[in-house]
């Protein structure tokens, strides 16, 4: 609103125009404090953990149907992880 429009503007008018900026003012106060509240977040993180804990989950599901399957590259990628899981046991006995 321009200098001229307010100043042709009637005492009504001013009232209302500031009622419509303390409206608007009040409800960017309540997002931003919705925004940096603590218990927000939280759920939100905790939302998030829980989406990726199910995405791993049916990954991991996928995975062991397709090793039902004998999915070469599943049999594979097991057999790599089997191995490096050894390989770390044997250096960590050695190191004792």
């Not at 900026?21 to 509240?37: C, G, H, N, P, S």
């Not at 995975?63 to 960590?92: C, H, N």
Request: overall charge neutral; cysteine-free.
């Amino acid at each position: 609103m321009s200098e001229n429009d307010r100043a042709n503007m009637s005492a009504d008018e001013i009232a209302a125009d500031l009622e419509r900026t303390r409206e608007e003012m009040a409800r960017t106060i309540d997002e931003l404090a919705a925004r940096v509240d603590p218990r927000t977040k939280v759920k939100e993180v905790t939302a998030q953990a829980k989406e990726g804990a199910q995405r791993a989950q049916q990954a991991g599901l996928g995975f062991v149907e397709d090793l039902k399957a004998k999915d070469t590259r599943a049999i594979a990628i097991a057999s790599g992880a089997v191995l490096a899981i050894g390989l770390l046991i044997t250096l960590a006995i050695r190191r004792r």
